[in-house]
């Protein structure tokens, strides 16, 4: 006889089989509907932008008993691309809605709906050990700061710095463009800004129309720009390129003290944060141990002893494991994570 917890593993399991860069941003979702004690559907979300897990699970269902989710159910929002799931149930009208995990961008509103059309809701938060979506997992953690990914590009010497505009080639920055749409915010600090100008957008990943030919994801997705976050005293001008981009929120926290600004970003509801700085803050985010991650993307190109590099020199990475590499068209990419 299957109980509430073994109907929410299965969900779970469906949640794992699916490839977490298929779904991205959105997290992995599944679902499982029981009838009389049965499983008379089952589903997850397979990828961005296509059905939720409960669309499909629900899918040809006019009756259900219980409705098991590893999330808690969307509704709407401004710029969302499918039906809302919390109506979807209520007209199904189940007993019973468990679910595993709220969701940060709902923060269980969609449970109290689902209560106040009668409907029995649990959570069980148990189900979410392994990082099913590290971001969810962080929010819901007793960490009070957003989950970190440091994106470093550098040349084979470990250099961040440069005579020339960039490092990378363009399959590696668009990989970072199509990185940076995961994420709620990009941090990044005065200095960076005042010396290399940068935009801070997701044009690759999400133009299709892009006026760069062959790169970004042509249209398969679309994704807006993440919210911009910058560290340091220092006195930005309105022309730089930065502030040119205008449908996104810029902040700037006129402190070093990076604790107070992510137990901020935290508390404002931001729950992932790809960090793009230089060497000192770089350094600062691995020693007080704030990075979940590090991406680094390596350029096939020696720098030499004049410039900078990515960390101080008296840092290692042995709290990372290296997870998963690809080679971009000549570059190298490497992912760790703090584990
Ligand atoms: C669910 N079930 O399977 C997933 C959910 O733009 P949309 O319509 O695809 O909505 C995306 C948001 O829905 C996403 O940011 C997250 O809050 C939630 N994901 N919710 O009920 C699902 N993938
Ligand atoms: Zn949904």
Same mark, same amino acid.
Not at 19 to 24: F, L, N, Q
Not at 261 to 267: F, G, P, Q, T
């Given at each position: 006889m299957m109980n509430e917890m073994s109907f929410l593993k299965v969900a779970y399991e469906l949640a794992v089989a699916v490839?977490? +860069? !298929? &779904?991205?941003p959105n997290p992995r979702v599944g679902c499982v509907a029981v009838l009389d004690g049965v499983i008379v559907g089952q589903g997850a979300h397979q990828k961005y932008g296509t059905a939720h897990a409960e669309v499909l699970a629900l899918r040809d269902l006019e009756r259900v008993d219980e409705i098991y989710l590893t999330l808690e159910p969307c509704d709407y929002f401004h710029g969302k691309q499918t039906p809302?799931? &919390? !109506?979807? %149930?209520?007209? *199904?009208?189940?007993?019973?809605?468990?679910?595993?995990?709220?969701?940060?961008?709902? /923060?269980g509103k969609n449970l109290e709906k689902l209560r106040a059309?009668? %409907?029995?809701? !649990?959570? *069980?938060?148990? /189900? +979410?050990?392994?990082?099913l979506n590290p971001f969810l997992e962080k929010w819901h953690s007793e960490s009070p700061y957003p989950y970190i990914c440091l994106k470093i590009a550098q040349s084979l010497d470990g250099k961040i710095t440069s005579p020339t505009r960039y490092i990378t080639n363009k399959t590696s920055r668009t990989k970072v463009h199509e990185l940076r749409s995961r994420y709620s915010a990009l941090l990044t600090s005065t200095e960076t800004i005042l010396q290399d100008d940068p935009r801070l957008d997701v044009r690759w990943a999400a133009n299709p129309g892009s006026t760069e030919p062959g790169f970004g994801e042509q249209g398969t997705r679309s994704c807006s720009n993440?919210? %911009?976050?910058?560290?340091?005293?220092?006195?930005?001008?309105a022309d730089l390129k930065v502030f040119q981009i205008l449908d996104r929120d810029i902040e700037q926290y006129r402190t070093r003290d990076l604790d107070a600004?992510?137990?901020?970003?935290?508390?404002k509801g931001i729950d992932s944060v790809l960090v793009e700085v230089g060497q000192t803050l770089n350094t600062e985010f691995v020693k007080q141990g704030f990075?979940?991650?590090? /991406?680094?993307? &390596?350029?096939?190109?020696? *720098?030499? !002893?004049?410039e900078k590099a990515a960390l101080g020199a008296e840092m290692s990475l042995t709290d990372f494991t290296l997870t998963e590499t690809a080679e971009l068209d000549g570059d190298v990419w490497w992912r760790y994570v703090n584990q």
């Open positions: 490839d977490p +860069h !298929e &779904t991205a809302s799931c &919390t !109506e979807r %149930i209520i007209a *199904l009208k189940p007993k019973k809605v468990v679910v595993g995990a709220l969701d940060p961008k709902f /923060q059309a009668a %409907i029995e809701v !649990e959570v *069980l938060e148990e /189900q +979410h050990k392994k990082p993440p919210s %911009i976050v910058i560290v340091g005293e220092r006195v930005l001008s600004v992510l137990r901020d970003l935290k508390a990075a979940d991650e590090i /991406q680094i993307f &390596t350029a096939p190109v020696f *720098l030499g !002893e004049s």
